[in-house]
């Protein structure tokens, strides 16, 4: 999985596709595509990701290679098909930076329970986000990182929500 193998340099693929590719759609500008992952869009350590893989006969060039977190690149598609990557980066493209994980917290959510956080913020009448903002961070604090990953998984994102929830509904 790691890159150090890899001679193409992070500003040759950068320069490579944001030279031929329309960014609308996906989770980073141009500008930022050498320090923000191409599908998360969080400011990150970025690592060179084959988009058709070396076993499958894919090569270190530029044109065989995106910019992913960790996180992404252990998530991305391993196929000979160089189109389901990008099909893929454009599927969770954001409109803005930092939020990916949230929104996948928030899928998550509905996937579990049923219906959005939206749903549940009418049937309470939620109208302070700054109190539940307070609530859900007071709820962040009592997390732990999964297997010593640095991030919060979306099962955790959504527990939060959903304990966050419960506190809002003892309060009110």
């Avoid at 970025?46 to 076993?55: A, G, Q, V, Y």
């Avoid at 956080?117 to 859900?136: G, K, L, Q, Y």
Wanted: proline share 2%.
């Amino acid at each position: 999985m790691g890159d150090k193998s890899i001679e193409t340099s992070k500003k040759e693929i950068v320069d490579y596709w944001f030279s031929i590719v329309d960014e609308c759609g996906l989770s980073v500008d141009a500008s930022e595509a050498h320090e923000r992952c191409w599908r998360c869009g969080y400011k990150n350590s970025l690592e060179r990701c084959h988009i058709i893989p070396e076993s499958l006969g894919g090569d270190d060039k530029a044109s065989n290679l995106v910019l992913l977190c960790k996180r992404c690149h252990l998530e991305n598609p391993n196929i000979a098909d160089k189109d389901v990557m990008w099909d893929w980066l454009r599927a969770y493209g954001t409109s803005f930076y930092d939020i990916f994980w949230v929104m996948q917290g928030l899928k998550e959510y509905e996937f579990i329970y049923g219906k959005s956080v939206e749903e549940e913020f009418t049937e309470r009448s939620i109208t302070d986000a700054n109190e539940f903002n307070r609530i859900v961070e007071e709820q962040m604090e009592k997390t732990t990182f999964h297997f010593g990953h640095p991030y919060l998984n979306s099962a955790t994102m959504a527990g939060v929500l959903r304990v966050s929830l419960k506190m809002w509904d003892k309060v009110n």
